[in-house]
């Protein structure tokens, strides 16, 4: 789910290196045109969503970049992303939008393919026609690094490879001669919020200078892992995202190195299905589908390295400088809205200034994309 929804966890792996350089290494390896596309085309994209047309305002230019990145192992390798470009426009700010959940059979539809139906193909192209180029990574797993796992809901790796593509494509911005500012606005919906939410922290962090933050506005992250992961296995009512939350918990296996028999976590038969086919269907009742041992040890906090795991992609608990604007559906049911209300809390305990708490009144994970969309444009254009 992008803009259209997913959710997200935390991490104790060897974080990425990702300090910028103090003569910034070059990034970007290779580009390629995808199109060009008329303002009539682009608003004809997006006839399902309320408004959405009526923002169109230049044609677009669509394109492939190829960069540098590293894995949450610290290996260098190749990744991929799309760049939208408006044609005809004055100087830009840049938008860095990170997708929602992508499951390896959508893989075609990660932002670089630029496919038909997908989420930069429509609302974002719309986004980038009103006057943002946008840098849209496909992350690891996906387009040019599809042949590596897709880092699920990991935060260090996240925004390690969002931030790269970002570098990759003030590069080809500045290589092609495209007038862009030092604004940085940052946007993603479910994944794409956590993954938002991490970027934040990491370019303030890291690249305070080189790629400020000017605003972001994350949608349904799953920021508090640490409490998510109780919320599930204490849950009494059937949970329709299960598999999902078992993606989650076998990436941090993987990467943490935890390297635990699918029996730690799972009851039989599942434990014997996941390990076949990691996306096999499990039951809507954690009970059914979580060994009673992990369960409890993770309830009660006596799991303590899972509990390092988990506090490793908490990304609810820091103070953000550039403002930021927090939208959840108060029904989400995948996601559930204590994941930005804790942020929120947190945030403000710790003096933030400029954060703030959108609610979206009755909405789920799904329902609230469209509001979420319109109203972080609309937070996004004060700055």
Partial sequence: MALLGAPACKSNSPEPTTEAPAAEASVLTGSTLIGEYSTSVLAGRVQGVPLAGSLVRYPIRAYRL?????????????????????????????????????????????????????????????????????????????????????????????????????????????????????????????EGGYATM??????????????????????????????????????????????TYVWVLRTYDRIYALNRPFSFYYQEPY???????????????????????????????????????????????????APLALFHGTADDYVPFFNSQDAYDAMQKRGATQVELRPIPGGNHFTSATAYTLGAYAFIRQF
Avoid at 201 to 215: N, Q, R, S
Avoid at 236 to 243: I, K, S
Avoid at 288 to 293: D, R
Wanted: contains cysteine.
């Fill in 66 to 190: 190829t960069y540098r990145t590293k894995t949450p192992e610290g290996t260098e390798t190749t990744a991929s992303g799309a760049v939208l470009v408006p044609v005809g426009a004055g100087q830009l700010p840049v938008l860095s939008y990170q997708h929602g959940t992508l499951e390896p059979r959508s893989e075609s539809q990660a932002p670089s393919y630029y496919a038909t139906g997908s989420d930069v193909w429509s609302v974002v192209s719309v986004l980038a026609s009103t006057g943002y180029v946008v840098s849209a990574p496909d992350y690891l797993g996906y387009g040019a690094s599809k042949d590596l796992p897709h880092p699920y809901e990991h935060a260090a790796s996240l925004a390690s490879t969002s931030a790269d593509m970002l570098r990759a494509t003030r590069e080809f911005c500045q290589q092609q001669k495209v007038d862009v500012n030092q604004k940085n606005f940052l946007l993603g919906y479910s």
């Fill in 198 to 243: 991490a970027l934040h922290k990491l370019l303030e962090e890291k690249y305070a200078t080189t790629l400020p933050v000017t605003a972001s506005a994350p949608g349904a992250g799953a920021y508090h892992k640490t409490a998510f992961a109780r919320y599930i296995l204490g849950a009494t009512q059937p949970l329709n995202f299960l598999t």
């Fill in 271 to 321: 434990a014997t299905r996941l390990q076949a086919d990691p996306f096999a269907p499990v039951p809507s009742q954690q009970s059914q589908l979580f060994a009673p041992g992990f369960r409890q040890a993770v309830l009660n906090n006596t799991d303590a390295s899972l509990a390092a795991t988990l506090a490793d992609n908490d990304i609810y608990d820091w103070k953000p400088r």
